[in-house]
């Protein structure tokens, strides 16, 4: 899954895209790795960092120019990347290793390699950049039933202390996470049960977990939990006046999403997307959603072959219009 939205500012992490500021003076891939963290300053430059899940490496592209200029070379089935807030680093969760790459900002040479307890998908740092949070999910590597593959009995969030660069505990969650967020004011984690087939996972549960956790980040322990199914997937989440956190907007099951009130854990109904014509519907349904920065309207993906992105006013009320190819990177500033 790849989420893809847009910020102005600071470099802000997603799911296998990173929006970040380098130098403009970047006209290489030579010059982009030793570049790419020197000149913050001045004119700074909006720069893509995009994982390669089939390849063996992250690139950099320059979104004015459509063009690679840089490269982070050896990374194989890269999932989730994030950043340091000071572009000192880059973290990227590779599958294959079932590690966190710590990549240096300057040199974008990989420095350290992290073990995790299992699989690793996104990649989430606190807002203080203390901590970093990986959602593990299933490792598929159980063979005593080949040539049917199963999982391990493992999944769940790990917490690395990004000062020691260690992991220093693992929250478990039997069956695994895949879609995972923290709060706008850092103070939680929100994460939804992966979606798998509990009879070919053999991985020590019973039924599928259709379930959205959210952990207290002081303590690293769950603090409440509400049920949806199919598991949330993806999520965006919303904030009040004051910094704390408001919703949480879940993709589940079909073109649409609910909405869970954080301080009542009430969960709506389902708000439908506008409805296409089945040809051009996708059977995953809507797969991606955002919030605006000024947190007035949401933005999210249906998985379809032509229309890609609606908006939705602040009342999240069903109505919304297809937004062009050009348009969707104007998500704050042309809002029916």
Request: charge should be neutral; glycine fraction near 8%.
């Amino acid at each position: 899954m790849t989420n893809n939205q847009v910020f102005r500012g600071a470099l802000t992490a997603l799911t296998g895209i990173l929006l970040c500021t380098v130098s403009p003076s970047l006209l290489a891939a030579q010059e982009a790795n030793a570049a790419v963290y020197a000149a913050m300053k001045g004119n700074p430059k909006l720069r893509l960092v995009q994982t390669n899940f089939a390849g063996d490496a992250v690139s950099i592209i320059d979104p004015a120019t459509n063009k690679v200029v840089g490269e982070i070379p050896g990374i194989e089935m890269a999932h989730g990347i994030s950043v340091a807030k000071d572009n000192s680093r880059i973290y990227v969760a590779q599958e294959s290793t079932a590690s966190l790459l710590v990549v240096d900002g300057k040199t974008l040479q990989i420095t350290k390699q992290i073990p995790l307890s299992g699989s690793p998908n996104l990649v989430q740092p606190t807002p203080d950049g203390k901590t970093i949070y990986v959602s593990i999910n299933l490792r598929w590597n159980v063979v005593s039933n080949f040539p049917q593959l199963q999982a391990q009995p493992s999944g769940g969030i790990d917490v690395v202390d990004v000062a020691s660069l260690e992991k220093i505990k693992t929250i478990s969650i039997p069956g695994g996470i895949h879609d995972m967020y923290v709060t706008p004011d850092g103070k939680y984690v929100v994460a939804g049960a992966n979606r798998n087939e509990i009879p070919a996972c053999k991985c020590g549960i019973s039924e599928p977990g259709n379930v959205g956790y959210v952990i207290d980040a002081k303590n690293n322990e769950i603090a409440w939990t509400w049920s949806m199914k199919p598991a949330p997937s993806p999520m965006a989440i919303s904030k009040k006046p004051d910094g704390s956190t408001d919703k949480i907007y879940a993709q589940g099951e079909g073109h649409g999403f609910r909405v869970i009130d954080f301080d009542t854990h009430v969960v709506s109904s389902l708000i439908k997307l506008p409805d296409i014509a089945p040809a051009l519907q996708n059977r995953g349904g809507s797969h991606g959603i955002g919030i605006t920065s000024d947190q007035k309207n949401t933005a999210g993906q249906q998985r379809e072959k032509q229309c890609r992105l609606r908006v939705f006013a602040a009342g999240l009320e069903a109505a919304g219009r297809c937004l062009s190819q050009r348009e969707r990177c104007k998500l704050a500033d042309d809002q029916p």
